[in-house]
């Protein structure tokens, strides 16, 4: 049938998408910023000696962890601002859901390096006399994110691929670009085939070295979590 | 600011309901199944000794878990039919990108259970005058199995959820039906949240399972 | 004149069904050194465990130098975290998988409870971490992780570590048992050391030998209750209770001095 590929229209709009991929890594960025604070306060809140604390937060968790991104980010788009008076505009809306949407991933992560730390090191610490807060920050927290960074790499990647929703509510990230150019150009194969390069070319590398830190995580005889 | 409840609206339409949820089940199953299966000769391929059938096995696999899944269905709705010699519908379009997705991801859970596996089991069935078949089937698979399950269960649990990516192109799964039934009764917030349950309901057992099979492997 | 530095009396623990102790009274006086044996299960770390609040007695009372630890409430004594911090701050003890904190230097190791919890400057918790590493013979380790150590000088390092926070009293758990033979030597001179100085100390320990030889009184403990008391001698020579006598025979690799009586 001989299609003839034609990749020169979208190089000539490579700055949009450029563009795109800037808004793509800024709505991952925030969401990293809020998300990995509050991650690493529900673990906590989780791993509380309160049973109902702990049992309502860990719902809570699953219950971000379980639903599909696209239910939340709709929901804090359309349904919150009716509900609250909220203003909501398609930033606003992509930067709450997927702080709160990966938060409740990096709870996990949090959660399964801190009990991944041998009992001994809490009592070490409680023995000279450290609070929990002490304890969690200069011994647990110091060994327990070491073996979490694959993981942790992980859920970014992760992330990354998850905003590409941020296109359904309008906000301007590589994909929005991307389908715009092909309505433009007629030209969605060779679009959508560069768009994907471009995340690949992102993402990629970060595999590659969550691939690489695990391994050496191994050598040295640590554990990594997951 | 008062917010009238309309959950009537939302439950009125449960003919649209109910047939978005049998369309998400419909494509979760099916390229669940598809992608376990073809995922396990890629992920076997990765392991293979030849560069012929590791390398593309290994770039393929590294191509769609390093792009967004949604990006792959686009791409297999918007931009396959080109040089696709058959149509594609929006069905075979969320089929495709979700099922070749799933394919690698099932790859690399194969290759990393085969791999968990000590040396000294292949070479003990090859010692007892084993094919490579029968030491795939009767010595490491039997003892991979049991370690790839919670992985197993967590791609059920994403690829439930990646489902509904499939609204984007108009598939008329559970999320697009909220979004019919939201635009049609204005009641975005009831729509939103009973859709929401609903995924929840369906997907947090296999949530669940993982959270006590990781805490039993654990020990 | 004897001062009392750490007492209970009639303490209890119970871990759901099973009671580990069975009502234990115990004193310990300034410079005093105490030997605590028994068999593997009679509740030793656990006794040690809840003199310095890792678990939390389920009855009875614990005493720092006469001080009620805790607040009596209806007849019961309860226990607020943020109490028990200084108390744990003021005894020191010793694991017997050593508990290093393996992301610090020896050094860091040794100057963390000093820094974190004393909020002492930095010249003086230097300092002072640097004067312990030398008491545990070690100095020239410091810059060195736990993992490039050797079990009896992680060991040493750990001893350090609770040192530096000059507590009122050391508990060592067993702190041979997870060393290879040759290195025990190491770690008992230091214990050894620390009790002639006059620091006081309580150590569950199966070195009977070393137990004869360095602690001033023996104490044998079976199924949670203190079974047999007394000096070393009359608890490791001549001894009274049947089951003592079982355990130490037990032992046979224990060299005892002859009885008196047997003479
Ligand atoms: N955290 C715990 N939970 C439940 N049982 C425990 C716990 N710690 C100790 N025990 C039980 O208490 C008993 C005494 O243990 P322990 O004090 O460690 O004895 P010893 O140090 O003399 O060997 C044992 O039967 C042990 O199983
Ligand atoms: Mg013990």
Known sequence: MGYVWEFGVVFNQLDLLLAGLLNTLKITGGALLFGIPLGLLAAILRLSTYKWLRVSVGVLIEFFRTTPPIVQLFWFFFALPMLSGIEMDPFRASLVTFSIQSSAFFAEVFRGGIVSIERGQWEAARAIGMNYLESMRRVILPQAVKRMIPAFLERVIELMKTTTLVATVSYADLLYQANNIAQSTYRPLEVFTVAAGLYFIVLFPTSLLVKRIERQLAKTGEGTVH | MEHVWDFQTVFASWSLLSQGLFNTLKLGLLTLITGMFFGFFVGLGRYSRSSWVNFPAGVFVEVFRNTPALVQIMWFYFAFPIISPFDIDAFAAAALGLGLNTTAFCAEIFRGGIQSIHRGQWEAGKALGMTYREQVWRIILPQAVVRMIPAFMNRVVELMKMTSLASVIAFGELMHQAKTISTYHFNPIESYTVVALLFFLVISPFAFLVYHLENRFRK | MSLEILSCRNLKKQFVENQVLQGIDLQINKGESLAIIGASGSGKSTLLRCLNFLEIPSSGEVRLRGKLIGSRQNGQVVYQERDLIPIRAKIGMVFQHFNLFPHMTVLQNVMEGPRTVLKLPKSEYESRAISYLEKVSIPEKRNAYPSELSGGQQQRVAIARALAMEPEIMLFDEATSALDPELVGEVLDVILKLMEEGLTCVLVTHELGFAYSAAQRVLFMHNGVVLEEGSAYD?????????????LRGHSRFQLPASKNSQ
């Open chain 3, 235 to 247: 608890v490791l020579v001549e001894p009274q209770q049947p089951r003592t006598i079982e355990f």
